[in-house]
């Protein structure tokens, strides 16, 4: 019995390594999340059942160990070493010029290098003796840090064995775990709204998650890996470079970044500053710059070291994500749902490339927590797509010079009275559409491009048909006249025209963009969809209750209430009679049973010929199928038409299935 129950565990888990391997490190997973879980589960109940059999190294082990109640100290085998910056075209020049002296190089010749981002996170030095990972360590002082073994196991990304023999008896992997943007915001604005800890950056983020002396704290937080160098190594590695070491290191298991690329000479790494630079934004996690490595191994000893940093690697460093400014004053802006947001103005600062003069703060409780007054010099953080936000206090203004924050009482825009519900981070204006602010917000999302996609009707225009009473909501904007447009501020003839097209075009739409569109609290695109699947029609949806709702994917208790309440308002029911008695109308949603791409997420790159990739995505959808923007571990099949470049690449790289327009059509006439 147990010897079969041994064989089943070790199946188990190698099984569940691979399907990480196969999600972390080559970004293409083979099986659907349930099918994980299922394994994982049957897994810790043989542990359960066969506590002879447990292993730290166990995949099981990555949800946490008892507490520690102190981080005990850790040598570094080898020391783990800073790295000199340079901050210029210039400097790196020098740079360059300088490894061509030692290496007595002809001036005209090029070195190869290995250009790779720089990961702003938290530097790890992880130790592998016969292939399972037996410490885990913090930089610290580079010659000894903190023993955080336990958190980094929770770490699904780190290999807890590596896989492919063979591999030294005995080595240390370098490299930094950090936070991905998304995992991020989505933690901070938990944070905000239940009163934990807010980080200001994903860097402290992640440092904070590692020091946890609970590891099932850590196991809750949203971090990652990248390898990048190998410290310590017993025997030899067998390998004639930088680059060949870090596909050794994939092969073992361990998730390289995929930016990382050879680069010849100087002109190429500066080229490759600028291409990386410009996705600086769009990579969904912090870099810091970028790390220049000399590729040839031979070379680099060669190059030796000096003091504490290689003379072989350099750091050209980004513009900061952050920079302190002056706080000028804090406007309320009203949200659509009410939502009163303060929104800092700050004496204009450039922060990684982008003027920014204005800055979210969040809520009330944010300007308590950063105890910030108007007239201090702030910390700004700019990221990613996400706006700027001020993280914190860099220096207070004098104090007759300073004027502290004042929430208000009432609701800026309609005075109504102002509540915030027990539990809640948000403080709202109870006007509802009484508040032109929520009116006009409401409005304005009806219109937007993922909502109603009425081009033309933008927020100038929202503002006067609002204030001169042409518009109460977004009912009226069906019945409105040419003449009346004409009149307006900048609107001519033609774009009045042209606006009421719109508005008329507007009224084919898809029942998950009305759903969408009405703007009921917290449901999104994605539960729009998911109501219009699950329920097929809009009545059936107007009088679900709330238990009913509860039935659709994604739908917990807080937004069944906010859908229920929304469809038990009288005046929201007769808008909605009334636009449907206008002409909005949609096709027949096929319900959620059976559709023949269920369950797939395809990705649609390049151009098309019989019909746009609108219209693809529209019929790929209603075939089941989910289409995403960008390729990625999730992605099941990509179809690219001519001129498909990075998406089409980044498919290839991964193995994902691509068709052709004629697969297209084939698979929209058939399934699959
Ligand atoms: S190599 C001997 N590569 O930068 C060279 N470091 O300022 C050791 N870092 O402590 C570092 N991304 O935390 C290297 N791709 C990368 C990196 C990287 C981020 C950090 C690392 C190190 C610091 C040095």
Same mark, same amino acid.
């Given at each position: 019995m147990t010897d079969q129950a041994r064989n089943e565990v070790e199946q188990l888990r190698s099984q569940?390594?691979?399907?990480?391997?196969?999600?972390?490190?080559? *970004?293409?997973? /083979?099986?659907?999340?349930?099918?994980?879980?299922?394994?994982? #589960? !049957? $897994?810790?109940? =043989?542990?359960?059942?066969? %506590?002879?059999?447990q /292993?730290?190294?166990? %995949?099981?082990? !990555?949800?946490?160990?008892?507490?520690?109640?102190?981080?005990? &100290?850790?040598q570094h085998r080898t020391p783990m070493l800073s790295l000199d910056n340079a901050f210029s075209d210039e400097d790196l020049a020098d740079f360059d010029r300088r490894l061509h002296d030692r290496l007595k190089l002809n001036p005209e010749s090029a070195i190869d290098y290995v250009a790779e981002p720089k990961l702003d996170g938290v530097a790890v030095s992880l130790t592998y003796a016969d292939g399972e990972l037996i410490t885990a360590s913090t930089r610290g002082d580079g010659v000894s840090g903190e023993d955080i073994t336990v958190n980094i196991r929770t770490l699904a990304s780190v290999p807890l064995r590596l896989r492919q023999p063979p591999w030294p008896a005995l080595m240390e992997v370098r490299g930094e775990v950090y936070m991905p943007q998304a995992g991020f915001e989505r933690y901070n604005a938990q944070a905000r709204e239940q009163g934990g800890k807010v980080f200001a950056n994903p860097r402290n983020a992640a440092a904070g998650s590692l020091r946890q002396l609970d590891s099932r704290m850590t196991a809750q937080r949203p971090l990652a890996l990248y390898?990048?160098?190998?410290?310590?190594? @017993?025997? #030899? =590695?067998?390998?004639? &470079?930088?680059?060949?070491?870090?596909?050794? =290191?994939? /092969?073992?298991?361990?998730?390289?970044?995929?930016?990382?690329?050879?680069?010849?000479? $100087?002109?190429?790494? $500066?080229?490759?500053? !600028?291409?990386? @630079?410009? @996705?600086?934004?769009?990579?969904?996690?912090?870099? *810091?710059g970028i790390v220049y490595k000399v590729d040839n191994l031979q070379q680099q000893v060669q190059l030796g070291f000096v003091s504490r940093a290689p003379?072989?690697?350099?750091? #050209?460093?980004?513009?900061a994500q952050e920079q302190i400014t002056r706080l000028l004053d804090v406007e309320f802006q009203v949200g659509r749902t009410g939502a009163i947001t303060p929104v800092a103005r700050l004496e204009p600062v450039q922060v990684a490339g982008v003027t920014v003069s204005n800055a979210t703060l969040h809520n009330k409780d944010e300007i308590a927590r950063l105890g910030i007054a108007i007239g201090d010099r702030v910390i700004v953080r700019r990221a990613g797509d996400v706006i700027p936000q001020v993280i914190g206090s860099a220096e207070p203004a004098a104090d007759s010079l300073r004027q502290p924050i004042i929430f208000p009482s009432e609701c800026p825009v309609c005075q109504s009275p102002l509540e915030q519900i027990e539990g809640e981070a948000a403080v709202r204006c109870t006007g509802g559409l009484i508040c032109a602010a929520q009116r006009k917000e409401s409005i304005w999302h009806f219109a937007s491009r993922k909502a109603m996609d009425i081009d033309g009707l933008g927020e100038k225009l929202i503002d006067q048909l609002v204030d001169l009473g042409l518009v109460d909501n977004v009912a009226d904007l069906y019945a409105l006249q040419l003449e009346q447009l004409a009149g307006l501020e900048r609107m001519a003839e033609k774009s009045a025209t042209n606006l009421l097209q719109a508005i008329e075009n507007s009224k084919q739409t898809t029942l998950p963009r009305f759903i969408y569109a009405l703007g009921i609290r917290e449901v999104g695109e994605a539960t729009a969809k998911n109501l219009a699947l699950h329920f097929g029609d809009l009545p059936p949806l107007m009088d679900a209750s709330a238990e009913g709702l509860l039935a659709v994917p994604d739908v917990g208790p807080v937004v069944a209430a906010h859908i229920a309440d929304f469809f038990a308002n009288p005046g929201n029911r007769e808008r909605v009679d009334r636009l449907i008695a206008q002409g909005i109308q949609w096709?027949?949603?096929?319900?959620?049973?059976?559709? %023949? =791409?269920?369950?797939? &997420?395809l990705v649609l790159t390049g151009s098309l010929e019989s019909m746009t990739?609108?219209?693809?995505?529209?019929?790929? @959808?209603?075939?089941?199928a989910k289409v995403a923007g960008s390729v990625s571990a999730k992605t099941s099949l990509v179809i690219a038409g001519p001129g498909a470049g990075s998406k089409l690449a980044k498919a290839e790289a991964l193995g994902i299935e691509v068709l052709d327009e004629p697969g297209l059509l084939r698979l929209l006439e058939q399934g699959l």
């Open positions: 569940l390594e691979e399907h990480n391997y196969r999600y972390y490190v080559l *970004d293409a997973p /083979s099986i659907p999340d349930a099918e994980y879980d299922r394994l994982m #589960r !049957r $897994l810790q109940e =043989l542990e359960a059942q066969h %506590p002879d059999l /292993s730290p190294n166990s %995949p099981s082990q !990555r949800v946490g160990a008892p507490p520690l109640d102190h981080f005990a &100290t850790v390898a990048y160098a190998i410290g310590f190594v @017993e025997g #030899r =590695l067998d390998c004639e &470079t930088h680059f060949a070491m870090l596909q050794r =290191l994939k /092969s073992w298991g361990f998730p390289v970044n995929a930016k990382v690329r050879q680069v010849r000479g $100087l002109s190429a790494c $500066l080229d490759y500053y !600028r291409a990386l @630079e410009a @996705e600086r934004d769009s990579l969904g996690y912090d870099i *810091d003379r072989w690697a350099i750091a #050209r460093k980004f513009p096709p027949a949603v096929q319900r959620a049973a059976n559709l %023949p =791409l269920q369950g797939m &997420t990739r609108e219209e693809a995505a529209a019929k790929l @959808e209603a075939m089941g």
